[in-house]
């Protein structure tokens, strides 16, 4: 299992416009001003993660496994609990800085598993975020949350700035394709015969 904490999270002012248009809220601040407020938030997260992989005979694929493949991994990210409001950009932005700072947590877990992966001639699934409370209360429990302050109470995981993801492993290794053998005509091993 691999903890990792206090890594550094990068916010991206361009990536916060985007999410912000495509929610339909677009938000009416130079990018510059942006970029400061995203650096100082990221300066205040604790950002941590924990993940591992488990193999097909593992008795909880079905439950956490996206697709069916040789392996999946379980990620548990946070960046901690906010304690003082951290005052995003603009009104409304709040839920996009903070999802976007779980999405950049789940990224470097997951380039770090794809690096293991390929050494295993594998690739990944896409990334399913885990939302039943029931799934997400057992991958807790698996998983030993508390070792990154995770945990589940009162059907919710806790703190509420965390996510549980999984994704699956496929092998990229196909079957050799068999070389067509030549025909032959019958016979024609044989050297003819002299006369």
């Known amino acids: 299992m691999r903890k990792i904490v206090g890594f550094k999270i990068h916010l991206r002012a361009w990536e916060l416009l985007r999410r912000a248009k495509k929610a339909g809220s ?3 601040v130079s990018q510059e001003t ?3 407020d995203l650096d100082r938030i990221a300066k205040s997260l604790k950002p941590a993660i924990l993940f591992e992989t488990f193999g097909v005979d593992d008795p909880d694929q079905k439950n956490f496994s996206p697709v069916s493949g040789i392996a999946y991994s379980l990620i548990l990210a946070t ?10 950009v603009s009104v409304g932005s709040e839920t996009l800085v903070w999802e976007m700072a779980l999405d950049e947590c789940r990224k470097f877990a997951v380039e770090i598993i794809n690096s293991e992966a390929q050494k295993d001639s594998c690739e990944l699934s896409p990334v399913s975020l885990l939302l039943t409370p029931e799934i997400v209360a057992a991958a807790v429990k698996k998983m030993d949350g508390s070792k990154i ?3 589940f109470q009162d059907g919710r995981i806790t703190p509420l700035l965390s996510s549980v993801a999984a994704l699956s492993w496929v092998s990229k290794i196909k079957k050799k394709k068999s070389k067509p053998q030549p025909v032959r005509e019958p016979g024609a091993e044989t050297a003819p015969a002299e006369s």
Do not use: C, H, V
């Open 79 to 88: 960046i901690g609990e906010i304690s003082s409001p951290l005052q995003p």
């Open 149 to 151: 302050g995770i945990g």
């Open 26 to 28: 677009p938000l009416e």
């Open 34 to 36: 942006l970029e400061n």
